[in-house]
């Protein structure tokens, strides 16, 4: 597909057929060391992201329940008796 003679290129047919496109190539390339390193610096900030947003989430719930208790007239009622 990529040569400029159309005798070079694949027909539609070799194209369509062809491992990259129906995704049946089954060797792997083997990843090399700063590759591996390169993802697992990415899962680990992802990680660290889902945790800030975790930890976000549980400061908001924890702040507006504790809104809700100081917003929350007591309910007992005090009565104080005159001195006779």
């Known amino acids: 597909l ?3 003679s159309p005798v070079d290129r694949l027909t539609v047919d070799q194209a369509l057929t062809h491992p990259w496109i129906t995704r049946s ?3 792997r ?3 090399t060391r700063l590759e591996m390193l390169k993802n697992f610096d990415s899962a680990d900030k992802f990680k660290k ?3 800030a947003i975790h930890f976000a989430a549980i400061v908001k ?3 507006q329940q504790s809104k ?3 917003s929350k007239p007591s309910k007992s009622k005090l ?3 005159s001195p006779k």
Do not use: E
């Open 2 to 4: 990529t040569s400029y």
């Open 25 to 27: 190539h089954s060797a």
């Open 29 to 31: 390339v083997p990843l």
């Open 49 to 51: 992201i889902v945790r």
């Open 61 to 63: 719930v924890k702040t």
């Open 68 to 70: 809700a208790v100081v």
């Open 79 to 81: 009565s104080f008796s």
